[in-house]
């Protein structure tokens, strides 16, 4: 904290407080009122400033003191961030209440690391080597996962003395020559993107274990794929099921302003889980971010921003990071709120006419980088939508639409007729497929591309074919037009249909591909059969 620049709240409305204190910063951290609520300075004004409370204000009093930070709002980034679940200001929420109850109080601590927790730290480096921002110095065992221990990007110099064996993040790993201490973690501004060397072009995917997404709608390591999908349309069981099941070494699960039971319900089978590869629980790989509807909705705004620092962190360890948000629309809506407490002019539908540039600076920070160390990292994006009546002409999917590489519309009439998950496979589409194909070619099957084409086209057919069928019924159809009927509601229901609850919940790549293999050779097969080929010339 500032030492001296302080003042005091001259007014008061909700989670917007004024002060005379000047000299502040914009985003710069402050300490509101007698309980020193952490905010965010929003407005610098002639006469004083306008600061945005995150937590709870009620309570908040006139001529209370206010303090600056002299640096914005950070997120801290080190071991122990594994398996924990945070409240959108990166405060550890207690798992046990969450599991008693939808109500998950935050507790209260200096930092958001264990600092006194005893670490165990293999050096890699040694008096005299010279070391710059993104150079990993050592590691540290955080259970079975091995945490590369980084110099913060801001920092270089030439190493002085290394530490080694059991260590606590309050003692220094490494000095440097100039004096400086390198510690096992480091804060980052949250706003701020953190650096890398160079962007590249994404190149694997993320498979999720959905076959409709990884078939037909694939997304790309570093890509961002967003879920748009009106109540009920299964946004959060989709998101949750590719928590659990994606190839990623990591996942930030950020649940912003949906109900706290779900995330309670979330953690219970993440405790119960196990993840295939490494044998340990799911949660081991994964941290969580929470802003749940009886949260604060004000922080609700800086809890995207803390998942997506702790994603670019360990992007930058040279890991492969999926972030989950569930939903955007609530980020955009606490964007509103505290626009609109503002005074500002607002735009569409009341959203601050920044909106889509605040989204799409948001997922700029997906990618694969080479970082800063020369490693391969990336950080891809799922971001579910939820539209206001299932309108998608509305400005947070239209923003989201020209910045995302795939779009998996969630569809009320598959929902409703209890088709899961309920994505569209008419209006849905991934910029990513044609990248791909080369991927699922060398990888899984020479004819991935092939039977991906061949499925669309029956799909397509199959809804060329429903009026017509509805007037004359499927025995009026041609005997070809039949057959488009019979394998495509075959690909509905045992291809395209996936039950998150069963043991189908993931589906390989491999296994993908043998179940569409089977329809699409019942239906060249058949397709043959009325042009009176014999069988065996089929493929
Ligand atoms: N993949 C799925 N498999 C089985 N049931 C599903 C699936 N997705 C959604 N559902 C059903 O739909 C309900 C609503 O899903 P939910 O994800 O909560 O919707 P949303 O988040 O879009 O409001 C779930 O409670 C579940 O019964
Ligand atoms: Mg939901």
Redesign the pocket.
Known sequence: MKPGISGKITSISGATVRTDLSGLTLFERVSVGLHNLTGEVVRLEKEGTVLQVYEDPSGLGLDEPVQGHGASLTTTLGPGLLSVMFDGLQRPLDILAAKTGSFIHPIHLESSLDLKKQWSFTPLVNKGDTVSGGVKIGYIDEGAFQHPIIIPPDKKGRVESMAQGAITLEEPLCSLEDGSRIFGYHSWPMRVPRPYRKKINPQGPVITG?RIIDFLFPLARGGTSIIP?????????????IAKHADVDIVIYAGCG?RGN?MSELIEEFLELVDPRSKSPLMDRTVLVVNTSNMPVAAREASIYTAVTLGEYYRDLGFHVLLLA??ISRWAEALREISSSLEEMPGEEGYPTYLASRLSSFVERAGVVETLSGDIGSLSMIL?V?PPGGDFTEPVTQALLRTSGAFLM?DTGL?NS?H???INWMQSYSLYQNTLADYFAKNVSRDWEVLRILCREIMHKEEALKEIMEIVGIDGLQEEDRLVMTVAEKIRSGFL?????TAD?FCSPQKTMDIIRSFTDQFLKGQDRTKGKPENETL
């Open positions: 959905q999908g009106g109540f009920g349309t299964g946004k959060t069981i989709l998101e949750q099921t949906e779900e569930d939903s579910s939820s969630l929902a209890r899961f998950p309920a249909a996936q039950n998150a609850y919940a």
